[in-house]
């Protein structure tokens, strides 16, 4: 699965803030993460009531609050 936001970075230790569940480590949904533009949290596109399709479409624009 990608995360997809341009403001991803590699190498660190990545989970999801809704579940806790690390990255590699679920299965959570459909398997697509975003990632806050904001805040730069990372969550399971499930978690937070996004289809993959919707996490697609709001690359680099998503706001968890």
Known sequence: PA????CASGGEEVSCRACG???GESTMGDGSWIRCCTC????????VGL???????????????
């Open 40 to 47: 730069s949290g990372t969550y399971h596109g499930a978690c």
């Open 21 to 23: 569940l690390l990255w």
């Open 51 to 65: 289809s993959q399709r919707a996490v697609s479409g709001l690359a680099n624009k998503w706001d968890c609050r």
């Open 3 to 6: 995360l997809l936001c341009a």
